[in-house]
């Protein structure tokens, strides 16, 4: 390519039409992707306007231009709706009105007292709904929705990273598990593997939970942006599922378990020689099935662990209390 075609532009312009209808495609098929219903209730609104307004107008025109059309982008769906609002008779707007927005509540100032104030000085023939108010309850549905994508597709990118961390972390332990050469490592592999899974699931219902908090008070951006800002929290979060998986498996290791659980509930580990030198290992497959689920929920309540060893700590010290109190009583 020559310095003069560069200049004249054409090969520039041939260069990068392709590119922009690449990003005009990817931005249809992501509106008839995550907006089907929302398309198919702004096209019937607009038929049904079209139908009862023989008028012309560049107004019109566009809006018949728009409903031709067999895919939209957001600009183009959010403009024939803005279009049914200012094309829609007067008796209509309560037709086309959002029902998830009350207009008394969001548009207004004041309160309700005021609202009805004000609707009891308008004209007797003045419509139920006024067409200022009607065309910002629409912007502001139109914001409340792209806010709604933006911070689903936020949660998206987030879960599909951590999904990434923790394949990587699974592939680790599967590894550890294959090459392990004693009972004992291949025990510690399926604590570790099943306390990274529970700490898994329990990041996901903390960012469901905070999507779902988000979605009704109207904050989601600035939750979401902190959310993906300390999103490294997280990752300490999932590598803590492996700590408090292997952490168990030595509690149980060393019967600390009988102190909150019965015997049947808990893992059953070999040697059974006190005295032997050998590391303890898991001794059935039952006890492998015991441990995995016990590190799932070490995993999963990630203040469980902490907690325990508080309670343990206070109890051993209730007890050496107890027991230097009776032996200077003997004396």
């Known amino acids: ?31 008839e992707r995550s907006a089907f219903g929302y398309v198919l ?25 728009l409903l031709s059309q067999s895919r939209y ?30 207009l008394s509540l969001d548009m207004s100032e004041g309160d309700g007292v005021a609202s009805a104030q004000e609707a009891a000085k308008q004209p007797a023939g003045a419509p139920a709904v006024s067409r200022a108010a009607l065309r ?17 597709r936020a949660l998206d990118r987030l879960r599909f990273r951590l999904g990434r961390f923790t394949l990587a972390l699974l592939l680790l332990g599967a590894c550890y598990y294959w090459l392990s050469v004693g009972r004992t490592d291949s025990s510690l592999a399926v604590a570790a593997i099943f306390g990274i899974l529970g700490a898994y699931a329990s ?10 908090k988000t979605s009704g008070n109207g904050q989601s951006g600035a939750s979401v942006a902190m959310l993906m800002d300390g999103s490294w929290s997280l990752y300490l979060a999932l590598a803590s599922g492996v700590l408090f998986g292997i952490l168990g498996f030595w509690l149980f290791a ?34 492998y099935g015991k441990m995995a689920v016990w590190a799932f929920f070490f995993g999963f309540a990630e203040r469980f662990i902490p907690d325990l060893l508080t309670q343990l700590a206070k109890s051993g010290s209730a007890n050496d209390d107890a027991g230097s109190g009776s032996a200077k009583a003997g004396r």
Not at 203 to 212: A, C, F, M, P, S
Not at 261 to 269: D, E, I, T, V, Y
Request: hydrophobic content about 45%; overall charge negative.
């Open 41 to 65: 209730k702004v096209q019937t609104t607009m038929k049904a306007i079209l139908l009862n307004d023989p008028e012309n107008g560049e107004k019109l025109v566009r809006a018949k231009q």
């Open 136 to 152: 910002a309850a629409v912007l502001l549905g139109q914001q409340r929705f792209f806010r709604a994508l933006r911070r689903e």
């Open 254 to 287: 060393a019967g600390l378990g009988a102190a909150f659980l019965s015997s049947g509930l808990a893992p059953q580990f070999g040697p059974h020689e006190p005295s032997s030198d050998v590391l303890p290992y898991l001794l059935r497959g039952v006890d």
């Open 73 to 102: 982008t957001w600009g183009d769906l959010f403009e024939m709706e803005e279009l049914c609002v200012e094309l829609a008779r007067d008796d209509m707007l309560a037709m086309i009105r959002p029902a998830d927005i009350d």
């Open 203 to 212: 990041i996901l219902q903390r960012i469901q939970d905070v999507g779902n």
């Open 1 to 31: 390519m020559s310095v003069s075609d560069l200049k004249n532009g054409l090969p520039l312009a041939e260069h990068w039409l392709p590119l922009a209808g690449v990003r005009l495609a990817a931005a249809e098929n992501e509106v």
